[in-house]
């Protein structure tokens, strides 16, 4: 094993300067050469079938299958003419990653000849198995029947690996009695909940908004590692983060990483990266290192939020691919390695018009001023009052090792506004206004017209869960692994029902006599007041926040299975009914998956953790302290005295009690892992794995570390130990 590590250094140093050598191509002469665009469907489409097509995208109508048969060959013709032999039905089951069955256009006829045949059918429909993905209790095995539906907001693309090229199309995946078994269904509902509820609102201010649709940007943070220095770690391949380690004496401490020039050999994998994105019509835009030690990030422009979504999901599998060709392995997980700084997935949402208002950004009038205060303060109030629904949506075994670790946003949902505008709330709060006003210029007498904001209007605030950044709110919670469809369909729902809220205490006011702005204006103070709490501008981390946001009422939910019982709560249900974005038993379902997946995993790294210490650390141990013993014996029998191996001897004794206590951790964390498993309840069994099974991951570290500090403290040669677990 000490062999195989060895090795694998000598493998990566020898790689750093293989690299590729790209053309200088324009990106603009290749970028979406891969998507079914709307350019492509007009080039293929009949005229008629194509405006037909644009105008029901537009107004979010189902397609007929006559327009999908005309479609469906018309894709198959663009298909076929760029290499494609199979089509796919690309969805996002409950599992975290993406799925896909492919079927070949390939059809044999009786006489023995063939054709390419894709029917409408096959284009709006296909019947994956429900029973072998993540469901809930909704599927059994023996009931199998589910489908995938075409998103026709989400263009096809064409994914090229192992020199085979299939057609991908983007659909839902619901089961035989119509429940949601992915994450993209909840989205589309939300997305449309919000659309309808944001332009009764904007309606108020503009009659010629007839859509509003939720813009997202997120930010993807990643690590690279050597393939062959990731093939020589059974704990990475395994769980895909180092469970053991050794520190390294140089990590983060000089902050010399971020921003830094980017390594060759990495930007060779970035800039191969961007031309295969590019051509799959993901619109990357930045890419610099991070904060850690070999962590890296790109960011691609704004886009529709179902779009923005899709395009990340299909990043990540892009980038897996691209890695390999460089023989580099991508990790996502939110904490791959301890004691410098894990990855998020930011993301940066708001509200744009069909008129292209960003319903986000102050204006320079005082129309204006009311309609950004109406939406900003909607969304404040939103966050404030389904806080705890927020942090579920970004609950995962491996965000728990990230939130609040000095480098990430606290499990405490705040929003962080800047001192600009945290004034301008304040004094809408406090200013005196006639109750009878006969024109706007008294209305808004003794309230300030919020100036016109730049992107830099505020300071940023990296402690900050969700903090406003000019012209859009940026949820920094959410974890590099994470699908973004699972926090921005929550952040959909809850600021629709807030604003649906919202509309009908301002009718009511007008109603009764008050003048619309002033309606507006009353409702908008009522709500500054009452979200008050959840405004924080300070440092995050510190223990004073805590003890204040104790004071304030809000929750500080440390771990994942604790943190998803808001699901099942009443108001989560009613919630999510009332919006038709999931009934109850669908909400109940995605807890029990949750659940699963959390205690899953850390019952993985139980697992890897014991045979770590019985195959690898238990045998170099016993190997090291062996050679003392040999050294003592040879001492003891050439007739020295007893001070030329006291040393000796302790040592050994010193390594003895450390690896016992290893040992013994290591078959007490089996035994509570066995209790967990035949608990029944799924909550129960996540909360004992939770507090029961992951402190001995901790233990069993500290007596390895004890272990390593014994031979550094001595200075002797390298150990085998240190030669099986390298640097993390």
Same mark, same amino acid.
Not at 305 to 320: F, P, T
Not at 347 to 371: A, F, H, Q, R, Y
Not at 533 to 561: C, D, M, Q, V
């Given at each position: 094993?000490?062999?195989l590590?060895?090795?694998a250094?000598?493998t990566?140093?020898?790689?750093l300067?293989?690299?590729k ?21 007009k080039?293929?489409l ?7 097509l644009?105008e029901?995208i ?15 060959q018309a ?7 760029n ?8 969805f996002q ?6 799925a896909?069955?492919h079927?070949?256009?390939f059809?044999p006829l009786?006489?023995?000849s063939a054709?390419?045949?894709?029917t ?27 489908y ?6 989400s ?6 690996t ?10 839902i ?7 949601a ?10 997305v ?10 904007a309606?108020?201010?503009?009659k010629?908004?007839?859509?509003v649709?939720?813009s997202?940007?997120i930010?993807q ?23 053991f ?9 000089l ?7 980017i390594?060759?050999r ?14 799959l ?7 610099h290192?991070?904060v ?7 960011a ?7 779009l ?6 299909l ?8 890695a390999l ?5 991508v990790l ?7 004691e ?17 208002v960003?319903?986000l950004?102050?204006?320079k ?14 969304v404040i ?10 942090r579920? !949506?970004?609950? #995962? =075994?491996a965000?728990?090792?990230r /939130?609040? %670790?000095?480098? &990430? ?8 506004l800047g ?10 709060e ?14 808004w007498?003794?309230i300030?017209?919020?100036?016109e ?8 605030n ?6 406003f950044?000019g ?7 959410v974890g590099? !692994?994470?699908n #973004? =469809?699972?926090?921005?369909?929550? /952040?959909? %729902?809850i600021? &629709?029902?807030?604003?649906?809220e919202?509309?009908?205490e301002v ?6 006599g ?6 507006l ?11 008050k ?6 440092n ?15 929750s500080?939910i440390?771990?994942t299975?604790?943190a998803?019982?808001?699901y ?10 009332? /919006? ?14 949750l ?10 790294e ?8 019985s ?5 170099a141990a ?9 050294n003592v014996r ?8 007893t001070?030329?191996y ?8 010193r390594?003895?009690?450390?690896i016992n206590?290893i040992l ?10 066995k ?5 029944e ?15 001995y ?7 390895l570390?004890?272990?390593?500090q014994?031979?550094?403290?001595r ?14």
């Amino acid at each position: 094993m000490s062999g195989l590590r060895f090795k694998a250094v000598e493998t990566a140093i020898s790689r750093l300067n293989n690299n590729k050598t790209h053309e200088t191509i324009k990106p603009s002469s290749y970028y979406c050469k891969n998507v079914f665009t709307t350019a492509k469907m007009k080039e293929y489409l009949p005229k008629n079938a194509y405006a037909e097509l644009i105008e029901t995208i537009d107004e979010g109508k189902a397609i007929s299958l006559d327009l999908a048969e005309h479609i469906s060959q018309a894709m198959k013709s663009w298909a076929i003419s760029n290499g494609v032999t199979h089509y796919t039905h690309w969805f996002q089951p409950l599992t975290g990653a993406t799925a896909e069955k492919h079927d070949a256009f390939f059809e044999p006829l009786p006489d023995g000849s063939a054709i390419d045949k894709f029917t409408a059918s096959a284009l709006v429909q296909q019947e994956p198995d429900a029973s072998s993905f993540p469901s809930g209790g909704i599927r059994n095995t023996f009931e199998a029947r589910g489908y995938t539906g075409w998103d026709p907001s989400s263009p096809a693309f064409i994914y090229e690996t192992g020199g085979s090229k299939t057609l991908c199309i983007p659909t839902i995946f619901v089961s035989y009695t119509g429940e949601a078994l992915d994450y993209k269904a909840p989205l589309l509902k939300a997305v449309n909940a919000l659309d309808k509820a944001a332009v009764e609102v904007a309606n108020f201010f503009d009659k010629s908004v007839t859509k509003v649709f939720a813009s997202l940007g997120i930010e993807q943070e990643y690590f690279l590692v050597d393939l062959a220095l990731f093939n020589a770690r059974p704990d990475l391949q395994l769980t895909g983060r180092t469970l053991f380690g050794h520190m390294s004496a140089k990590g983060q401490q000089l902050e010399d990483h971020y921003f830094g020039a980017i390594p060759e050999r990495v930007l060779a994998f970035m800039v191969d990266l961007e031309q295969e994105a590019l051509k799959l019509g993901i619109p990357l835009k930045t890419r610099h290192n991070e904060v850690a030690p070999s962590q890296f990030e790109c960011a691609p422009m704004f886009e529709e939020i179902n779009l923005a979504i899709d395009h990340n999901q299909l990043l990540l599998n892009v980038m897996e691919q691209v890695a390999l060709r460089h023989k580099f392995k991508v990790l996502i997980h939110e904490k791959p390695y301890a004691e410098i700084n894990g990855s998020g997935k930011h993301n940066n949402w708001s509200m744009i018009t069909n008129t292209g208002v960003n319903l986000l950004s102050p204006g320079k009038t005082p129309k204006n001023n009311l309609m950004f205060l109406s939406f900003f303060v909607n969304v404040i109030k939103a966050v404030h009052d389904h806080a705890d629904l927020l942090r579920a !949506s970004i609950a #995962s =075994a491996a965000n728990d090792h990230r /939130l609040g %670790a000095n480098e &990430a946003p606290p499990a405490i949902i705040s929003i962080f506004l800047g001192s600009q505008l945290n004034a301008v709330l304040d004094e809408v709060e406090t200013a005196r206004i006639a109750k009878k006003v006969k024109n706007e210029a008294l209305l808004w007498h003794g309230i300030p017209k919020i100036p016109e904001l730049h992107l830099d209007n505020t300071d940023r605030n990296r402690t900050s869960p969700f903090a406003f950044t000019g012209n859009k709110f940026e949820f920094r919670a959410v974890g590099s !692994s994470a699908n #973004s =469809a699972s926090p921005m369909t929550v /952040l959909s %729902a809850i600021v &629709a029902n807030q604003l649906t809220e919202f509309k009908l205490e301002v009718d009511k006011q007008i109603k009764k006599g008050t003048k619309k702005d002033l309606a507006l204006l009353n409702v908008v103070r009522k709500y500054i007041k009452e979200s008050k709490a959840i405004r924080f501008e300070g440092n995050g981390y510190s223990k004073e926040w805590e003890e204040e946001a104790h004071k304030r009422g809000l929750s500080n939910i440390k771990t994942t299975p604790k943190a998803l019982d808001v699901y099942i709560d009443e108001k989560t249900i009613t919630l999510f009914e009332k /919006l038709s974005i999931l009934s109850k038993r669908e909400s109940e379902a995605r807890h029990e998956i949750l659940l699963e997946n959390y205690y899953k995993k850390i019952q993985i790294e139980a697992r890897v953790i014991g045979e770590i210490v019985s195959s690898l650390i238990g045998p170099a141990a016993f190997s090291y302290q062996n050679d003392l013993i040999a050294n003592v014996r040879g001492l003891k029998e050439l007739g020295f005295e007893t001070d030329a191996y006291g040393s000796q001897s302790n040592l050994i004794e010193r390594i003895s009690k450390h690896i016992n206590t290893i040992l013994l951790d290591a078959e007490a964390m089996r035994q509570e892992r066995k209790k967990a498993n035949v608990l029944e309840d799924v909550r129960d069994k996540a909360i004992a794995y939770d507090e029961k099974v992951k402190p001995y991951f901790d233990k069993i570290r500290y007596h390895l570390n004890k272990l390593e500090q014994i031979v550094d403290d001595r200075k002797w040669p390298l150990p085998k130990l240190r030669e099986l677990l390298f640097v993390r």
